[in-house]
């Protein structure tokens, strides 16, 4: 009984290790691929830094050109950045498929020996105590045999709770590797939104060299054109917006509290926020001053994720008409708890109205569309019921409405 029980406890330690030299080379390629995620993200940043700077006094042709070429070259390194998270993310789903057929593999084993086991105690019980006693000569090997028998009932009991233990593992890693490939797949849809990105990036740098004709004089033209049409289309925004937000209805709206809505961009940095902002009061940027939403800092092709359910109300690009005056590519979504959020300056928008959405579904990738000096992503929140689709005097339809400060549900 005693060798039985030693060689099933053989196997399962064999098991287990056999199962560790792969995990550990597994584990060495996972922290080998963080690392160089880790000089990705902060290559990133470094272009960002150079992006904000150069689009903070981009007022000529070779300092907007230089913007977007650094753009497109963090374009790059985001697709980079993807697809090495895409070998991560495949070399996390070996290592958890390796856990698995490991796992699967003591299970085997706890279940040979607990059939053992309890055959070998079934064998003891079919006897009576006093036949156990009489085919004894001497009595000491009968108190011999009664240890045994408490032994293997506890060995029973022990590999009763760890094949208990193995198959709530197996149950948790299964779920784990399911989350792994939704992810892994996530992960490839995103370096397909990101690859048009670029596309998109160069496009925009070719046209601007041909609508200026690589002059000065035609940009500076351009410029002052669209910067009447952006002073007309804010003003316009800024008077229907008030009068909407007489319009809201705070008693029925949820509590303010945090996590009501998911951040937008993971790990944001907030870099303008809501209402009578420093950049606001100092530039005639909004026509009143007021900033009706929130901006994340959000490099180029960075995915953008609804904050709640709900269903797509409409998408628009405002660059069609007025370049550069607007909002840009825009997604707004109506939500189940009476908000609405709005998420501008995309570079591709990757959702169509009247879809519906979950919390946290990438709805397109971050960018510099629209009146903006640098990537990032506008964020508003408004009271849903209060939104309007209208056709403005210069820019085509655009989003309107009744909006509250999105830091009071984020």
């Known amino acids: 009984m005693k060798i039985i029980l030693s060689l099933a406890f053989l196997a399962l330690f064999w098991s287990f290790s056999a199962s560790a030299v792969t995990t550990g080379e597994l584990r060495s390629q996972i922290e080998e691929k963080n690392k160089e995620i880790q000089q990705l993200e902060k290559e990133i940043q470094k272009f ?34 993807t697809e090495k998270k895409i070998s991560k993310k495949t070399l996390e789903i070996d290592e958890l498929n390796g856990d698995i057929e490991s796992t699967n593999e003591a299970i085997g084993v706890h279940k040979a020996t607990l059939k053992e086991s309890l055959r070998s105690l079934n064998d003891l019980e079919k006897e009576s105590m006093l036949e156990n006693f009489l085919k004894y000569a001497a ?43 939704n992810e892994l797949s996530s992960l490839k849809s995103q370096l397909l939104g990101q690859k048009i990105v670029e596309e998109n990036g160069k496009a925009e740098k070719n046209n601007l060299l041909k609508i200026t004709k690589s002059k000065e004089a035609e940009y500076q033209k351009l410029l002052r054109d669209r910067e009447q049409k952006r002073a ?19 008693s029925t709206l949820p509590s303010f509290g945090k996590g009501i ?3 937008p961009i993971d790990g944001g940095a907030l870099t303008q926020g809501f209402g009578k902002t420093e950049f606001a009061k100092n530039t005639d940027a909004y026509g009143n001053n007021f900033h009706n939403g929130v901006d994340f800092r959000a490099p180029q092709g960075t995915a953008v994720r609804s904050s709640e359910a709900g269903i797509i109300k409409a998408t628009g690009n405002s660059d069609l008409i007025c370049p550069k005056g607007s909002y840009g590519k825009w997604v707004l979504i109506e939500h189940q708890n009476k908000l609405a959020t709005l998420y501008a300056h995309l570079s591709l928008i990757q959702v169509s109205q009247g879809q519906n959405i979950g919390k946290g579904d990438i709805i397109g990738y971050s960018g510099s569309t629209g009146y903006v000096t640098g990537p990032h992503l506008h964020f508003t929140v408004y009271d849903s019921r209060t939104v309007q689709l209208r056709q403005s005097r210069v820019c085509g339809i655009l989003p309107y409405g ?6 009071n549900y984020l």
Do not use: H, M
């Open 402 to 407: 009744g909006y509250l400060d999105p830091l």
């Open 48 to 81: 960002q830094d150079g992006i904000e700077a150069s689009g903070a006094t981009a007022k000529t042709l070779k300092s907007e050109i230089l913007r977007l070429e650094r753009e497109i070259k963090q374009l790059k390194s985001q697709i980079s950045l």
């Open 261 to 263: 809505l998911l951040l």
């Open 232 to 250: 007309q289309i804010y003003a316009e925004i800024s008077k229907i917006e008030t009068e909407l937000r007489r319009q809201i209805d705070y």
């Open 139 to 181: 009595i000491s090997d009968f108190f011999s045999e009664i240890e045994n028998t408490k032994l293997l009932n506890d060995n029973i009991k022990q590999s009763y709770n760890n094949l208990t233990f193995l198959k709530e593992k197996l149950e948790n890693t299964k779920k784990e590797t399911e989350a792994a490939k």
